[in-house]
């Protein structure tokens, strides 16, 4: 999928040398550049892009035009991401840029640029709804209150940790232990420091509601989610003593689901409404995952991966999947009624369940990590999603097998899959509503 972009700047070097760094990348097609306020505002209402990146200051004032203009790009087309580009570390931008929620919203320093790619995750991540904040701004919000020596070593650093921009779960991995305590620990310090706020400066304790507000956004709504730790991972770490690059061998039950017509749906699409639309979609699955224990494994494009069984070992991972996956059915079919009568496409999920052996690794350093099942298992559960038509599960035989109350099925000719000599055995599930 292709994310559109609309680029404001005044400065025509800054301009082409931003639009330079977006058209290196496949996956995202700058369609449309504005040089002052009243350009951009146009423009982008007639481009209609998933993602607005936009500097602060521009004519006609040269003050706020590009917050400006993208809160006004908001109100009209609400699932467009915006990503701000400034030369001002002042925390009170990114104040009056995120004031009204984090989602969707990003805010980056140009002197940062050259980088690595943050410029590209971060339009990325807001264009299904995720945040972005600089390091360098999340710890100009923490700076006014980091005084006088009132924090223990241990708070300290875990303040640092948080204004680097870490996630919660990353944390939990370098602290040895869970991503609850943490999060325990995150509320106290915070704490602590609004008490102190009360006698610093007037925006310290608006800027510490901030910071905290972007950190629950940013792991609710699972930015990167690939490459942060699955629940539960880090107690297991913390309780076996396994490190990075280890692997073991696991039995599991694979779902993986996708949007069938999706590229039709998206063609024909408002980008920034489709936006909005794949952004709650995926929020649903991954409540319906979550909700039966399963471990989301990521997200890409349209398409959905999860495990049951890992890194938490669980005797009935293929109930729990098949649970899930009629959960899954059941949240898209309410979302689609809620979408058709605003005259929204709806999204037909084809899913697939596989239950076998597989081999699981910690991959990444410990500020990012990829928790990865690979195996035979996971290659048969891609396969037979391809099987299920719109709201449709197909189950393997294993995964039929292990299942502790037979389920309603239809079973499917044999038939071979790529990859394997012998014909593959499968069913389809009738729907339990």
């Known amino acids: 999928m292709t994310i559109s972009v609309f680029l404001a700047d005044d400065n025509l070097i800054v301009r082409m040398g931003v639009k330079a760094l977006l058209d290196r990348e496949p996956d995202l097609e700058v369609v449309g550049v504005a040089a002052d306020y009243d350009e951009l505002l146009a423009g982008a209402e007639a481009a209609a892009p998933q993602v607005l990146v936009s500097d602060i200051r521009m004519p006609p004032t040269f003050q706020r035009e590009g ?70 701004i999340v710890n100009a919000l923490v700076s006014p209150v980091t005084n006088d020596g009132d924090l223990s070593p241990s708070e300290d650093d875990l303040l640092r940790m948080v204004a680097e921009g870490r996630p919660i779960k990353a944390i939990a991995v370098v602290r040895r232990t869970t991503s609850e305590a943490v999060a325990d620990d995150v509320e106290r310090l915070f704490f602590k420091l609004a008490q102190g706020a009360t006698t610093g400066g007037s925006g310290s304790l608006r800027r510490l509601r901030l910071l905290h507000q972007a950190i629950v956004d940013r792991e609710e709504q699972g930015e990167t989610l690939s490459r942060l ?90 109930d729990r999947a ?5 959960a899954m059915h059941h949240a898209q079919d309410v979302v689609n009624t809620r979408w058709e009568s605003t005259g929204l496409a709806p999204f037909g ?80 599930v009738l729907r339990r509503d």
């Open 67 to 136: 917050i400006e203009a993208a809160k006004e790009l908001r109100k009209r087309h609400p699932g467009t991401g915006v990503v701000i580009l400034s030369q001002y570390d002042d925390p009170e931008y990114a104040i009056s840029l995120l004031a009204d929620g984090a989602a969707g919203y990003g805010y980056l320093l140009k002197d940062r640029l050259a980088e690595g790619d943050q410029l590209v995750q971060a339009v990325r991540a807001v264009a299904t709804g995720g945040t972005a904040l600089d390091p360098a």
């Open 322 to 326: 098949l649970a899930a996956a009629c």
């Open 229 to 318: 730790l699955p629940g539960g991972l880090a107690e297991k770490l913390r309780r076996d003593g396994r490190h990075i690059g280890e692997s073991e061998d696991v039995v599991v039950t694979v779902l993986m689901s996708d949007i069938r017509g999706y590229s039709g749906i998206a063609e024909k699409a408002e980008p920034s409404k489709l936006a909005t639309q794949l952004n709650e979609h995926r929020a649903e699955m991954n409540g319906a995952i979550l909700g039966q224990g399963g471990t989301v494994m990521q997200f890409v494009g349209d398409a959905v991966m999860a495990v049951f069984g890992a890194p938490v070992a669980q005797d009935d991972h293929a």
């Open 349 to 428: 999920l084809g899913i697939g369940l596989s239950t076998g052996a597989a081999a699981a690794a910690l991959l990444g350093s410990e500020e990012r990590l990829e928790y990865t099942i690979v195996g035979d298992t996971v290659n048969l559960t891609q396969r037979l999603q391809q099987w299920a038509d719109a709201g449709e599960t197909v189950l393997s035989a294993p995964t039929h097998a292990a299942l502790s109350k037979p389920a309603e099925v239809i079973p499917l000719p044999p038939a071979q899959v790529k990859g394997r000599s012998a014909a593959v055995t499968a069913f389809k």
